[in-house]
């Protein structure tokens, strides 16, 4: 479903869907990193999502704290700041804009296409003819 | 918002995990940080050993999991991680390391082979004319070569010209390898 996808696009979005899934509980990076990726972002790997945390958190818009694990280190575990929501709700207003925008495109795009089809099909089939010395 | 220094994780804790591994995967976690912290070298200095530190203990969490394979797979190679995290930086940075590395090669390295390889060639030449004692000039520096049945020797001393010539190399180079103008943006 998602291995022929564009990196660019996911590196793209990938704060805002970050953000995003942090707004449903406070997460540490693997088990987000899980979550996207049962999401659908199966490509997703911790190696591309930490940085992006780690921007996340320097920019003010996730806090995060340590819970202690009884499995090894403390868990470094995210949630969004108020910036990091009024952030989201406007990325979110921006994404909606950009796939209207994209969506006429490639539906105007489609429809050429489609009428380039059409005519062609009901195009003669016969070579046409050209008079002597008018090549 | 916290701060990066109450959420650093535990270097005791960390430590403690690092132990529960086998000594054969101590080492490649090692290998694998030592190889970061290289690719890491230009990074802010604070935020970089803040960034290893919380990385340590992920690695060390996820590997408590799913292995120490999976979880530096999952990773990737650590340039190609440095280059993510050097990718969510504001401004690109100067790269201090690639123009030391490249002052020293041409700006060292390149004029000390260079001067060498100068009087192996005057050595053979004055050989093929029968030997002898010749005075030459290196970028205005006086050079002796004998060679004899008896002697070969080449004496020198260093002027201000070779070594004038080889710091603008070196200055060029270290300006041109780190990227000085990304100074202006910073």
Redesign the interface.
Known sequence: MTSDRDPQLLKGVLPMLTLAALTHDESYGYELVAALRAAGLAELSTGTLYPVLTRLERDGLVTSRLVASSSGPARKYYRPSDAGLAALRTQRASWAALVATADRVLRAAAETAAAGTAATDTAPTAAPTHPEGTR | ??T?H??A??AS??D??AH?LTWRDRQRLSWWFLRFELAMQDYPGR?ARR?RR?????V???A??IGLDA?LR???SPR??AA??F??LEHERPRWTDGAVLAAVVGVALPLYSWLGWQMGALDAVDAMGGGTVELSWFGSPVTLTRTAEEISMTTSVTWGPLALSAALALVAFALGARVWRLRRG
């Open positions: 918002m916290t990066h109450d959420t994780p535990d804790a960390t403690d995990a529960r935020e960034i919380e990385l340590r203990a992920s060390l969490d996820d408590s999991r979880a999952d990773l990737g190609r991680l993510g995290y990718a969510e």
